[in-house]
């Protein structure tokens, strides 16, 4: 039977064909659920456990990497996806797989937004391009892009990466002065971390940026000929790496640089030893460049002991290095120079020709370098670090014209302040020395007082005068009431609290129109000056002469000679004597000291 001009038959088939597709795709994606919901359950803690035993570029640790990044895929997770992604970069042997893990690792790090995760993420990805392949100009690219992020962050570790990688590129240049400040700002840094109380990891990366920043460093001083600190760095790189497992590369850097430092000082076996020394654990690690140097200075060492065919296979070494990585240090110029110089005395031309060649090749890789780096790093860098310096300066002469100026009105103030004491210590002491002679010859009266005189009329009572108008009182009254007065004051009557002029009349036998005109007209003051005057004076006299009193409070004082507070008091004893009684004890009692 056909249908369609298809035969039932093949309908079937083709259903079951269908079917079975469909089941193997619900298999596959039933697998891949399982797969991520184990990994939803495992921690990333026991999922790295598994992994951080193993040694740098050893695929062995993969399986786990990839399970700690499907985890922080699943969980949407872009911190610990960067985190799993470096780690695949640091147990992934092949480099070009290394830059991919880097540029998955940039995309995760962007979504986190985080400065800290981009700065890392692109170093990681300029240290690839370094170490792996020695490749500056790219290199110093992500250094940069690093650096732009590393200025938003607080983060002094990965500060300190982005400066070492830099001075790495300034040193290739050849500016060895200005990478030394670079590795030796590293140096200082990552030592003051190696004692503190951290994760083994981060003691693990101080420890490291330590060693290598001295590694760097010494090459610098090499290369300025300045071989007393260079050795000086060899010998503490190699005290602090030398049976450390973790550090054995290093150690062998340092052992690389023992060889070179025995060549410069003529000593070529023992150079041979430690360049041979050191060499597997540099090819071990891939690390070309310095495998590089160091078959250049085995041949150099060679040729100094007049093994020629020896050295010159050596110089050849270099030669195959640099045709499979087309790559070469500037100072490995020499080798060439040194082959056609060889192979020129030979007479051998088609061996001479190729050397020209090479070295003609190896200038204009390592000139387009130059240009390129050398533009790029100061421009990009140098001139970014030379703003940021001088915004960071014009914020300190700000902040230092602040300062000045505050100072310089502090002491304006303080002038101002000293000349005002010192012209009120003048007229105290002024004051006093008046007060004090006046005092010393008891000549203390009611009437003598300057300042009264002029209070005199103005303070008299308005009853007074209207009394005046009226009658005259007979000159007995009045020198009964002042021979009254007289009593009242020597026996000190004033010295009561609320002593009114009723009651003061009462006491005395008198009205209060009488004891108000003898006042006014004998004491020339109205009652209520009378008797604050009196007890003003009698408390200066008491003061002078009794030292008890030089104790008491000025409220206390007030309340011995009958004030009820001691504002008016104070003001009172001021507008009398002319000083305030606290200045008036202070300086009697300077006085008394003297004599």
């Known amino acids: 039977m056909e249908f369609n001009g298809f035969s039932m038959g093949v309908c079937v088939n083709l259903i079951k ?110 240290i690839i391009y370094y170490s792996n392949f020695r490749k500056y100009m790219p290199a110093l690219n992500e250094y940069l892009k690093a650096y732009s992020y590393v200025k938003q962050s607080d983060n002094q570790y990965l500060n300190y990466k982005v400066i070492y990688h830099i001075g ?46 001295i590694h760097q460093a010494l090459v610098c001083y090499r290369n300025l000929k300045e071989h007393q600190k260079s050795d000086s760095l060899i010998e503490l790189g190699l005290k602090n790496s030398v ?32 360049l041979n020394l050191s060499l597997k654990e540099l090819k071990n690690a891939n690390d070309f460049s310095w495998v590089s140097v160091n078959y250049f200075f085995q041949g150099k060492s060679l040729m100094a002991l007049n093994k020629m065919p020896i050295a010159i296979n050596k110089f050849e070494s270099v030669d195959s290095i640099f045709n499979k990585n087309q790559f070469i240090l500037p100072e490995l110029r020499n080798n060439y120079e040194l082959l056609i110089d060889y192979y020129k005395k030979q007479k051998n031309d088609e061996k001479q020709l190729y050397y020209m060649n090479q070295l003609l090749k190896a200038d204009s890789i390592i000139g387009k370098d130059f240009i390129y780096l050398s533009t790029k790093i100061h421009k990009d860098y140098d001139t970014n670090a030379l703003y940021e310096e001088k915004i960071v300066l014009e914020k300190d002469m700000v902040g230092r014209n602040i300062l000045l100026f505050f100072l310089v009105l502090f002491s304006i103030v303080f002038l101002i302040l000293f000349i005002t004491k010192y012209r009120k210590e003048k007229m105290i002491q002024s004051k006093y020395e008046v007060l004090q002679k006046k005092l010393s010859t008891s000549h203390i009266l009611l009437v003598e007082n300057d300042n009264l005189s002029v209070e005199s009329m103005e303070s008299v009572d308005s009853d007074w005068y209207e009394f005046q108008k009226k009658e005259f009182i007979n000159q007995d009254i009045v020198e009964d009431v002042l021979n009254k007065l007289k009593n009242f004051e020597n026996n000190n009557g004033f010295l009561k609290k609320g002593i009114t002029l009723n009651s003061l009349a009462s006491n005395i036998g008198t009205n209060t129109k009488y004891l108000s005109w003898v006042i ?25 002469n009794n030292t008890k009193y030089h104790h008491f409070t000025i409220e206390a004082l007030a309340e011995e ?8 008091f104070s003001n009172m004893f001021f507008e009398i004597n002319g000083i305030r009684p606290k200045d008036f004890i202070r300086k009697r009692i300077q006085e008394l000291k003297n004599i």
Request: net charge positive.
């Open 520 to 544: 006014n007209e004998y004491k020339k003051m109205n009652f209520t000056r009378y008797i604050n005057t009196l007890r003003i004076y009698y408390m200066t006299r008491e003061l002078y």
């Open 243 to 274: 049976g450390k497992k973790d550090f054995v590369l290093e150690y062998n850097y340092f052992l690389k640089s023992k060889g070179i430092s025995e060549y410069y000082a003529h000593h070529y076996p023992k150079a041979l030893q430690y």
């Open 17 to 126: 064909k269908l079917v079975l597709f469909g089941l193997c795709l619900l298999i596959v994606i039933s697998n891949m659920f399982c797969l991520g919901q184990k990994a939803h359950l495992v921690s990333y803690e026991s999922l790295k456990e598994k992994y951080d035993g193993f040694d740098k570029n050893n695929a062995k640790a993969l399986p786990f990497v990839n399970k700690f990044i499907l985890k922080a895929k699943n969980e949407v997770d872009y911190s610990k996806l960067v985190e799993g992604y470096q780690d695949a970069i640091y147990f992934e042997k092949n480099k070009f797989l290394k830059l991919k893990y880097a540029d998955s690792a940039l995309i995760a790090a962007h979504h986190t937004k985080e400065s800290d995760l981009i700065t890392s993420a692109y170093l990681g990805k300029g």
């Open 561 to 568: 000679c009958g004030f009820l507070s001691r504002q008016n």
């Open 168 to 213: 790495v590129v300034k040193s290739y240049l050849g500016y060895y002065q200005e990478a030394i400040l670079h590795f030796n700002g590293c140096i200082k840094y990552f030592e003051s971390n190696l004692n503190r109380q951290s994760h083994p990891n981060e003691i693990y990366n101080y420890r490291k940026g330590y060693l290598n920043s």
